[in-house]
């Protein structure tokens, strides 16, 4: 079966600082989401990646997905405190489109 | 609403006490995903359902677990015999059939806790 390893677990940074949390899959990535999700709510989808070598930007946020199709990158630029929570990438499993998630990045900015 | 609504937020049950998850998804979504996740870690799926067709059920842990969609828009997911190991987050999501080559994401709602006593 598949599975996502996301690293790091966790990330603290200064504001205004620019980081990258990466998202790696055992077998080759057919369809990648990226969700946030702060405590006690439900997730935010950020952005979808489906093409070897896409890349795809909203805001200050830039997802990648590599020519192999087997990880991706998410980068913030000037990170600032409402960019704080736990960063989820999810790759599409099987014929329903169910999403396997990776166990999410945790992500802190300090003012 | 515009939003994926889930009742109740916080469910708090004795081992042994059967509850009901509702979940209420965005107008005209076909697709219907529940999934848990644990503290820490990220969603797993359970079942999914294609307006009132549950076609996948592989991810739910036992046979105490049921859910259904009967008229292809609310969806309840129950669990019988509540166990410690059912406390977690319970997640619903919905989103349009997906359709070739363009993006269909996954709405979630804000999840019911689940604690088991």
């Known amino acids: 079966s598949q599975e996502l390893e996301q690293s790091p677990q966790s990330l603290i940074v200064q504001e205004g600082k620019n980081l990258t949390i990466n998202c790696t899959s055992s077998?080759?990535?057919?369809?990648l989401y990226w969700y946030k999700q702060k405590y006690g709510e439900g997730l935010i989808f950020l952005m979808m990646?489906?093409?070897?070598?896409e890349e795809k930007s909203h805001e200050k946020i830039t997802a990648k997905l590599d020519e192999k199709k087997q990880q991706s990158s998410l980068h913030i630029t000037a990170s600032q405190p409402s960019h704080a929570g736990i960063y989820l990438c999810?790759?599409?499993?099987?014929?329903?489109?169910?999403?396997?998630f990776g166990t999410g990045t945790l992500l802190a900015v300090q003012p | 609403g515009a939003g994926v609504s889930q009742s109740p937020r916080y469910k708090v049950a004795k081992r042994g006490q059967d509850v009901a998850l509702r979940c209420d998804p965005i107008?005209?979504?076909?697709?219907l995903f529940w999934y848990q996740q644990a503290l820490g870690q990220g969603p797993e799926f359970l079942t999914y359902?294609?307006?009132?067709?549950?076609?996948?059920k592989s991810g739910l842990p036992s046979d105490r677990f049921f859910a259904e969609r009967p008229e292809g828009s609310v969806s309840t997911l129950k669990i019988q015999r509540t166990q410690q190991e059912d406390s977690a987050v319970y997640l619903c999501?919905?989103?349009?059939?997906?359709?070739?080559?363009?993006?269909?994401?996954?709405?979630f709602g804000d999840g019911t806790r689940l604690s088991i006593l």
């Open positions: 999810g790759a599409e499993g099987g014929a329903t489109n169910k999403l396997i």
């Open positions: 999501a919905s989103s349009l059939l997906r359709v070739r080559a363009k993006d269909q994401p996954q709405h």
């Open positions: 077998k080759t990535l057919y369809g």
């Open positions: 990646l489906q093409k070897g070598g």
């Open positions: 107008s005209g979504h076909v697709s």
């Open positions: 359902f294609q307006n009132e067709a549950q076609l996948d």
